[in-house]
């Protein structure tokens, strides 16, 4: 399995890197080109962000803070920042040439071992980056697919991240062989070994490609006889942004042991269990948690465990009210889920984690306008309920604070599709 498509030398050792593109062996040691995985040491980071000129420095902040969230979900402790306004990032280096010199020699300083850059490089922006710097380079989709690749648990899942791995190297292969360009292969020939090289690994790399999707189609087919078999039972499937909470309301509401803790995509597999309120039965599904700048890979690599979602009949979108963002992180859900087909799903709105919520109270004199930060929960409660389109609820699933409300409005949603698929079993309820 592929899990390291970056760590290849520049230097000599043509054959053990052959073996290495393979999937083969995996490497010796340390190297410039190297990246530590999740199930590595430790290891200290700084984290590197342009802030846009039309972007709040707030929201800066606040997607700093989730890539710091990644960085320790994969063993990584971040020591510093590195921000920078700019109308966009420079397609060359990301930053300015004299914010990449100040990052470099803050890293060589501090001994600081690798350099996380908030967005997806170009091949080209991390080949001029890693020239300039003293550390390793990863960008956030490298270090989202590692933190996968980690927690992937089933051979599906596993199939899922290694086709989003390979097809994120695919276009990174170029420079990897960048000793052997200087070789000729003989008179009249421009090209050489170098080049004979690259193609040979993009063929691996595409034929490994090719063949992880034709076992995710095996994989699919079965799926899909799994989910025909459940008849035509209703559908619930949880969604929502990563750790908000679906897996504990899972366990909550299933009295299942789906795994829940408090790191970004503790959940990867779907967990599919039937619940049975008041003799009415019903299935219901704990999927993958969305984020911000979700690689395409993985979005692509995941569309078929996403089929759960596609095919439910209700959605409970889980809501982390105790996020200062929460309500860009609902955008960003809502968004991924009209990309991959099922926006217009029946939805029911959960606010989770009222037991963590704070808020700070405005002074008397304070003349300021009001702000998001300034409501307390009950203002929030009405505000929301006043102008969300779908119904929605409030409750702290840890502390079982509005379950009772909640089973009692999912039992009536539930029964509701049930009555309209099958209405002549209304005797049942």
Request: hydrophobic share 35%; net charge neutral; with cysteine.
């Amino acid at each position: 399995m592929m899990s390291e498509p970056m760590a290849v030398g520049r230097g000599g050792g043509c054959r053990y890197e052959r073996k290495m593109i393979e999937g083969q062996e995996k490497p010796k040691g340390k190297s410039k080109e190297s990246i530590p995985t999740v199930d590595e040491r430790e290891t200290r980071a700084v984290l590197v962000a342009v802030v846009r000129d039309s972007q709040d420095p707030a929201t800066a902040v606040e997607y700093l803070d989730e890539l710091e969230f990644l960085a320790e979900t994969a063993n990584i402790k971040s020591v510093k920042r590195f921000t920078q306004r700019l109308p966009q990032p420079l397609s060359k280096i990301y930053v300015g040439p004299g914010k990449l010199q100040e990052i470099a020699e803050w890293c060589k300083e501090n001994e600081i071992d690798i350099a996380i850059f908030d967005d997806e490089l170009s091949p080209a922006q991390t080949r001029n980056i890693e020239q300039a710097m003293p550390c390793k380079v990863m960008d956030r989709t490298r270090l989202i697919l590692d933190i996968f690749m980690a927690r992937a648990q089933t051979a599906y899942a596993k199939t899922q991240v290694e086709l989003a791995q390979n097809e994120y190297m695919l276009p990174r292969l170029a420079g990897l062989w960048t000793h052997l360009e200087r070789q000729r292969g003989g008179t009249g020939t421009r090209g050489g070994a170098g080049e004979r090289e690259i193609e040979t690994d993009r063929r691996i790399v595409r034929n490994r490609i090719s063949k992880l999707k034709e076992d995710l189609k095996k994989i699919d087919r079965q799926m899909a006889v799994q989910r025909s078999n459940r008849g035509q039972m209703v559908r619930v499937a949880l969604v929502g942004y990563t750790n908000v909470g679906k897996s504990t309301l899972m366990n909550l509401l299933s009295k299942s042991e789906v795994f829940a803790e408090n790191k970004l995509f503790a959940t990867l597999d779907t967990t599919v269990r039937k619940v049975v309120f008041d003799n009415l039965p019903f299935l219901m599904s704990d999927t993958v948690g969305f984020i911000r700048k979700l690689p395409t890979e993985l979005i692509e690599s995941f569309k078929s465990t996403l089929d759960e979602v596609r095919e439910a009949d209700l959605l409970l979108h889980v809501v982390d009210i105790s996020h200062p963002g929460f309500e860009d992180q609902i955008a960003v859900v809502k968004q991924t889920l009209a990309d991959i087909g099922a926006g217009d799903k029946p939805t029911f709105l959960v606010f989770n984690k009222i037991d963590a919520y704070t808020y700070t109270p405005k002074e008397e004199d304070d003349l300021t306008p009001m702000t998001k930060e300034n409501l307390s929960l009950d203002d929030l409660k009405k505000s929301w309920i006043a102008k969300a389109n779908t119904p929605c609820i409030f409750i702290s699933a840890r502390e079982k604070l509005g379950v009772d409300k909640l089973r009692s409005d999912l039992y009536g949603m539930v029964r509701e599709i049930h009555a309209g698929r099958y209405p002549f079993n209304n005797f049942l309820y």
